[in-house]
């Protein structure tokens, strides 16, 4: 079917009835006129040759054994965000860094028990290779969610690709803007049967013993990966501080076994210091702080930055928190310093573009991608393409569309300009399948006029057609884009669990078929 009620057209519109309106097959003619240079064929014939010339470069394969693995993690970083995100920049055919990439797949983000899949289940299976069930972390489909004696079960648990670098010497470490303790960094290094044991009190408020299951932050701190990790940055505070003290913000810690883990990370890193020497530990809260550590002396870098997740990048006027791009550079400084012959493997993850999309806030999600974009662009611009692969994916999508028949560079934040619906009111280019935008947007008279709305605040919620306290994930495939040594084997449609497969493959570490093995 072709679109009815657009805003510009030929004739007198006021003179078609809305029975036409709903039955016209008809396509109007739109007054909406390209740039000047778009006009020539000429043009689109160079950019075609040019992308030609760059998909016959990939004829050259980089097999050479990846020393260094990145992966860079966008939650909820969907192809229609990113598609949005190009126009949000700047024009339609914007490319975001990693878009420049020679390699692109597609990631299939189903997990074991269910069709739309959660932050957790995925992590397990981007980072560990096996997909597990629907609130689970590190551990295979036997267990479910919320069974403490599954998780106590150690036939039943999985190990991040962390643990495989890790076992081969390499350096490991994670950056991310939300809690450390998160369902994505958590697939680093924790084994949970409930990506919600942040900490023991939650452990305890679902009636288990946290001497049992140990909780997230526990596991960080003091589990076989986490204490091995050499840098640890995002937000946070919280779950490793007692419920009897406040942070350095006057936040309140959580915890209820009286255990400061923060203490315990330095003490354990001092006296692993004391007894074999080598560089210091480093525990750093806020931006300032983080610039000023010398990676030359430090061998572990802790960084908790909020009690909570960091903020949005378009709230922190005061500049007080890093960026995810300067803490992915003092992350590379700290690696490279630590990595010596061995390289290492670090992942970042970019939250904060699912929080803005659960509240129906495009506006953050957007600015999000493009702040996830700079770190990628950092990364790949102070490694080298002959030894460093860098992957990046994101966990699932969200449910998010661009619709309608706007003009070129029409306001992506803005009402579609080139159709109105069939109630004669404008309609926003970004909407939302479910979540909290609903209510916001309808009342008992029907839809809102959209034309007195400032539809730019921070804060407004996009319209969604079915109502929800937050919006869900998508189910679509989501993209992945490589660039490095074995880059290649990231192109086609796989399964999601593929990926550290992958990344072992080129970095020769696991105890699968690697590149060295074949050679």
Excluded at 90 to 110: A, I, M
Excluded at 309 to 334: F, G, I, N, Q, R
Aim: glycine residues 10%; charged residues 20%; hydrophobic residues 35%.
């Amino acid at each position: 079917m072709h679109p009815q009620s657009f805003l510009f057209r030929d004739g007198n519109p006021s003179t078609t009835t809305a029975r036409q309106k709903r039955s016209s097959g008809k396509m109007p003619k739109l007054r909406f006129q390209p740039a000047d240079i778009e006009r020539h064929q000429g043009y689109w014939n160079n950019v075609a040759q040019s992308t030609l010339a760059r998909q016959l470069d990939k004829n050259q394969l980089n097999t050479n054994v990846a020393k260094n693995v990145i992966l860079f993690l966008g939650d909820g970083l969907s192809i229609p965000t990113l598609a949005a995100t190009r126009v949000f920049l700047e024009d339609e055919s914007t490319e975001l860094s990693f878009e420049k990439f020679p390699y692109v797949g597609l990631s299939k983000t189903y997990c074991a028990n269910v069709q739309v899949a959660d932050s957790a289940c995925t992590a397990t299976a981007y980072l560990a290779g096996v997909k597990a069930n629907y609130g689970t972390i590190g551990l295979s489909a036997a267990a479910t969610l919320g069974d403490c004696f599954a998780q106590n079960n150690t036939d039943f648990h999985v190990q991040s690709i962390a643990k495989w670098a890790q076992d081969y010497g390499m350096a490991t470490g994670f950056v991310t803007n939300t809690q450390v303790t998160n369902a994505s960094p958590a697939g680093v290094y924790a084994n949970t049967a409930n990506r919600n044991w942040e900490s023991d009190a939650n452990v305890r408020q679902d009636g288990f013993d946290p001497a049992v299951c140990p909780d997230i932050a526990t596991q960080l701190v003091h589990g076989d990966v986490g204490r091995h990790l050499r840098v640890i940055m995002g937000g946070g505070r919280r779950e490793f501080l007692p419920n009897t003290s406040t942070d350095s913000e006057g936040t309140p810690g959580r915890r209820t076994d009286g255990h400061d883990l923060i203490k315990h990370w330095l003490h354990q890193k001092r006296s692993a210091q004391h007894r074999k020497g080598g560089g210091g530990a480093a525990y750093v809260q806020n931006r300032d702080q983080l610039l000023k550590v010398d990676a030359e002396d430090t061998e572990y870098l802790l960084g908790l930055f909020d009690a909570n997740h960091l903020p949005y990048h378009l709230d922190d006027a005061d500049k007080v928190k890093p960026t995810l791009e300067e803490m992915v550079s003092k992350a590379l400084d700290v690696l490279e310093r630590g990595s010596h012959h061995r390289g290492y493997f670090l992942f970042v993850e970019g939250g904060r573009i699912d929080h803005g999309h659960h509240n129906t806030q495009p506006v953050r999600a957007f600015d999000e991608t493009v702040e996830f974009a700079k770190a990628v662009e950092l990364a790949r611009r102070r490694t080298s393409l002959e030894d460093t692969l860098i992957v990046v994916t994101a966990d699932h999508s969200h449910t998010m569309t661009m619709s309608g028949y706007s003009s070129r560079r029409n306001d992506i934040l803005g009402i579609n300009d080139g159709q109105q619906a069939e109630d004669s009111l404008p309609y926003a280019t970004i909407s939302y399948a479910n979540g909290p935008g609903y209510e916001r947007n309808v009342d008992h008279d029907g839809r809102l006029n959209l034309n007195q709305v400032d539809m730019h605040q921070t804060d407004y919620k996009f319209p969604s057609t079915v109502p929800l306290g937050l919006e869900t994930h998508g189910g679509d495939d989501v993209a992945v884009f490589a660039s490095g040594p074995w880059s290649h084997l990231f192109s086609g449609t796989y399964e999601q669990n593929f990926i550290p497969h992958g990344m072992a493959y080129a970095a020769c570490i696991g105890s699968g078929r690697t590149a060295c093995g074949d050679q």
